[in-house]
């Protein structure tokens, strides 16, 4: 009898133990919550790496520069081949992933402006929206911020500061008539900007973090590929051997390309080792397209058509080779090896983190990205759903050569307006990749609607607009100032 009981007990205690661990478990978000880790690149074009954007694509892959381990990233998760940077140059699309929200919206349309009209401390970003479903999330980024206030004021708790191009051997040259200057000479440094640094200190907050079993959001800014041309000697006489390829000839980026994915390499690795491979999104993708050309390269190489072929020109336009950029995502069930062709921007980032946090997202008014997890985790076709079904990218200044452009994508179809002229381009991506074939005169019912539904975005959002003699640059000048919207 006595020992009948001693089971009994023993079977009781055992059963309340088991419930009572599902029971915390349950209760305990941050053994529950994903991690999640954006890769940023700086200046990398979508065919920028050795991975393939369009499966079986040869020309969506660079044909010159070696990044193994971005494409085992891409082997373990998805590659989005129509992903787009929500603009052209870096701190406008750094400041949209953060908000969600179109540099259209925000009111910040190119580097170097004034943002004290921004509520940096009272508006949703991405380590904010995180804290709010669970408030063991902890934030941290390493490398170029790029924007223009602290990064605690953006809701992270670990940083390397409001850092920006100065701080990744980034120079800039004054010439005597008044224009920029960048170095494109081949320089070397042990540490090429900073990307081993960065990544030490990436993982040292991921260990931190993981030793805590806090759930973290982690977001590894990169300086490289950007110009000046920095690399490690022997990495740059490697790829200085190797023969050219015919769009990609620049040793000095593709060592930085390498070392680059050799500090992805190292991030994934320390995701295994630390045992949350299961339980982390990781997120690679470029603030924007390449630069065209690298100052020289074109009369070393006449056959050269631009280092964003076939996309058509690159950073500082509105055309595909200055926004549409490399994007991979992999992480818990999502297919190892798969891609979509469905278009997502860097404003889906957000709403997306939501969503595969809480298994809701909430679309306020303001909010322009949408979710893309369906794509992810049931139906790679899944239609994002955003409050509107396009995207609306807006540059109203001249740069360089290029008029004040802005552009509405909807599904298949662009159009590219110039605001100094009201000239209209109408493009079919599917058909015509590098916007080649203007086909507005084919189809004016649709150029019409498109050009309606691009103003009316810009006047709802009550946009900047171009105006003779803005550039929008003064740092200390305010939008007030300026006062001239849409």
Excluded at 53 to 80: C, R, W
Excluded at 344 to 373: R, Y
Aim: include cysteine; glycine fraction near 6%.
């Amino acid at each position: 009898m006595y020992y009948h009981f001693n089971i009994l007990t023993m079977s009781r205690i055992f059963i309340f133990t088991f419930f009572c661990s599902i029971l915390f478990s349950c209760n305990n978000n941050s053994s529950q919550s994903p991690n999640f880790i954006l890769i940023l690149s700086d200046d990398q074009g979508w065919n920028g790496t050795s991975t393939e954007m369009i499966p079986s694509q040869g020309y969506s892959k660079s044909d010159y520069y070696e990044t193994p381990n971005i494409k085992n990233l891409a082997k373990s998760g998805m590659v989005f081949s129509r992903a787009y940077s929500p603009a052209p140059t870096c701190s406008p699309t750094r400041y949209a992933i953060q908000f969600g929200q179109t540099p259209a919206r925000l009111k910040h349309i190119r580097v170097a402006m004034n943002v004290d009209h921004i509520d940096h401390l009272g508006m949703t970003t991405i380590p904010r929206a995180l804290k709010s479903i669970d408030s063991n999330y902890v934030a941290g980024h390493f490398g170029k911020f790029g924007m223009y206030s602290e990064p605690q004021n953006y809701g992270y708790d670990h940083s390397d500061g409001m850092t920006g191009n100065k701080d990744g051997n980034i120079e800039y040259r004054l010439n005597p008539n008044g224009t920029v200057q960048t170095d494109w000479l081949p320089q070397y440094d042990q540490d090429p900007k900073q990307i081993f640094g960065i990544t030490k200190r990436s993982i040292s907050f991921m260990e931190n973090q993981v030793k805590k079993n806090n759930p973290f959001y982690l977001q590894v800014s990169h300086y490289a590929v950007h110009s000046d041309l920095v690399s490690r000697k022997e990495i740059f006489d490697k790829y200085n051997d190797k023969k050219k390829g015919k769009y990609h000839e620049n040793p000095s980026i593709a060592a930085m390309t390498e070392d680059l994915d050799l500090s992805v390499g190292k991030i994934l690795e320390k995701v295994k080792e630390l045992g949350i491979e299961d339980n982390t999104y990781i997120i690679y993708m470029s603030d924007n397209g390449s630069v065209e050309q690298i100052l020289g390269s074109k009369k070393r190489n006449k056959k050269n058509k631009g280092y964003n072929f076939p996309l058509r020109h690159g950073k500082g336009t509105l055309y595909e080779g200055g926004i549409r950029v490399p994007f991979i995502i992999s992480g818990p069930n999502i297919k190892p090896g798969s891609s979509s062709d469905i278009p997502i921007s860097g404003v889906d980032i957000l709403p997306t983190i939501q969503d595969l946090v809480s298994n809701k997202i909430q679309l306020t008014e303001k909010m322009d990205g949408g979710s893309f997890k369906n794509n992810l985790l049931k139906d790679v076709d899944s239609k994002v759903i955003r409050n509107n079904d396009f995207f609306i990218f807006h540059l109203p200044f001249r740069r360089g050569s290029f008029n004040p452009h802005s552009a509405i994508i909807m599904e298949n179809l662009k159009l590219i307006k110039f605001s100094n002229s009201n000239k209209l381009l109408l493009f079919n991506l599917d058909d015509d990749i590098n916007e080649k074939n203007d086909i507005s005169n084919q189809y004016p019912n649709k150029t019409k609607e498109l050009d309606f539904l691009l103003e009316k975005y810009l006047k709802d959002v009550k946009a900047p607009k171009w105006k003779k003699g803005i550039n929008w640059r003064p740092f200390k000048k305010s939008l007030k100032e300026f006062n001239s919207f849409y």
